[in-house]
């Protein structure tokens, strides 16, 4: 591939022109609208802080959430227009609109290293219309803010798997480039997409259990043990005849299981015990079960401890981890054990086997930090789940594959 990088935008110089900036600010927000891990923002600062000391009109562009096309207050990003001003240390003017009135007086008025951010995407259902024409139309409208000379820089590295119209569109309609994010996040991720050490540890967690069962089919040629727990393992436990109670439980890919079960049962670790509570809250009583204790009415919202032993014993004879979706429900307190002592255990294998490790999606990176675990402790966290799962599958990223002409 041969895909232009923001040093050569940088090279060719961005003094006074406009850039549009796709970043991914897709960040976890509590019931009172508080960002609760700023990861995503703290990651897309090198891109923007380089523009800015180029003397770009910068405009960025980013979704929260799933508004569905529709305006919603909710997820307005107003809150990281806000966090993104203090950690880049200058005022970011949020648009009131995302390609109106409002977004076109402020990106006129942009002087050379402004910010300024426009309402999320999503709010336009032509962002993610599968109709190309739906599409180009707002991609027109959105590339008419960057006026005459503008570039396009994509570096949100979270939807780059996404062929959505400030992702993709737009990169076909304005010179791109490939941002600092999104440069390290491929470099990195190559390592483990194409010659990972063995032994190759998966490690796959969280609750997207149909998004992710194709992974496990992608990666059991190269993967040496792929580790199943979280909202994941449930649907794989049925297809043994257990009865999971009130888990999370994908009924219609219980066969689908099996299947995966019958051909790779030597690559597959699932958990050996389960916690059970009684209702889904994190003051709910709660207790220790073996796989078939389930109490009648009950759900399992995390691995036991035995489990963490033995996902630990094989961990640490990894030389390359990666790990997407936390083992359990990691934002209620009683329930995070089990994510916190899988991604303990890989920090132990890189600093005592030197293992090269990845962590990759929103909530298992949120996770990390949330859980109070040491980031530095991981070779690599990616900002991206379903990207990072996508090109480890060996699936062509669109976001990625229009930068190269
Ligand atoms: P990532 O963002 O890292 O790719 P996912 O989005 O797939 O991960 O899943 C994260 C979510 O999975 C978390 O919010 C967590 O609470 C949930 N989860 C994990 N284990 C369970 C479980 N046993 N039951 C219900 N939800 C779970
Ligand atoms: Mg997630």
Redesign the pocket.
């Known amino acids: 591939m041969t895909v232009k990088t923001l040093q050569d935008l940088l090279d060719e110089g961005v003094d006074g022109r406009h850039v549009l900036v796709r970043s991914d600010f897709n960040v976890p927000l509590n019931d009172a609208g508080e960002i609760t891990d700023p990861g995503r923002i703290t990651a897309s600062l090198p891109t923007l802080q380089a523009l800015v000391e180029g003397g770009a009109k910068v405009i960025v562009m980013a979704h929260l959430g799933r508004p569905k096309g529709e305006v919603n207050a909710r997820y307005s990003l107003a809150p990281v227009a806000e966090a993104l001003s203090e950690a880049l240390g200058q005022y970011v003017a949020l648009a009131g609109d995302v390609v109106g009135e409002d977004a076109h007086e402020r990106a006129n008025g942009l002087t050379e290293g402004d910010v300024l951010l426009l309402e999320n995407v999503r709010f336009d259902a032509r962002e993610t219309s599968k109709d190309e024409a739906e599409r180009g139309e707002f991609a027109d409208q959105l590339v008419e803010l960057a006026a005459d000379n503008g570039a396009f820089v994509s570096d949100g590295f979270g939807v780059v798997h996404r062929a959505q119209a400030s992702v993709y569109d737009v990169a076909k309609r304005l010179p791109a480039y490939a941002g600092k994010l999104v440069e390290k996040e491929i470099s990195v991720l190559e390592k483990t997409a194409v010659n990972p050490e063995s032994p190759y540890v998966v490690i796959l967690?969280?609750?997207?259990v149909s998004?992710?069962l194709g992974v496990i089919e992608a990666l059991a040629g190269k993967a040496d043990k792929i580790i199943i727990?979280?909202?994941m393992?449930?649907t794989f436990l049925a297809a043994q005849g257990y009865n999971t109670q009130k888990?999370?439980l994908q009924e219609e890919m219980i066969d689908t299981c099996r299947d995966l079960l019958e051909r790779f049962g030597d690559k597959i670790v699932l958990p050996v015990d389960l916690v059970a509570a009684a209702e889904?809250s994190a003051d709910s009583e709660h207790k220790v079960v073996a796989l078939d204790g389930i109490p009648e009415g009950w759900?399992?919202?995390?691995i036991g401890p035995d489990s963490v032993e033995k996902f630990a014993e094989v961990i640490a004879t990894s030389k390359t981890v990666f790990w997407?979706?936390?083992?359990?429900?990691?934002?209620m307190a009683p329930?995070s054990q089990g994510?916190k002592g899988v991604a303990q255990a890989i920090i132990d294998a890189t600093a005592d086997n030197g293992s090269f490790s990845v962590v990759?999606?929103?909530?298992?990176?949120?996770?990390v930090r949330v859980l109070g675990l040491k980031e530095d402790g991981f070779s690599h966290i990616s900002t991206g789940?379903?990207a990072s799962?996508e090109f480890l599958e060996g699936k062509e990223l669109p976001g990625v594959s229009v930068l190269d002409r």
Do not use: Q
Not at 205 to 208: A, I, T, V
Not at 324 to 331: A, H, L, Q, R, Y
């Open positions: 967690g969280g609750s997207k998004d992710k727990g979280g909202g393992c449930y888990s999370l889904f759900l399992s919202p995390d997407n979706g936390p083992m359990g429900v990691f934002e329930f994510t990759g999606g929103g909530d298992s990176a949120a996770s789940g379903g799962l």
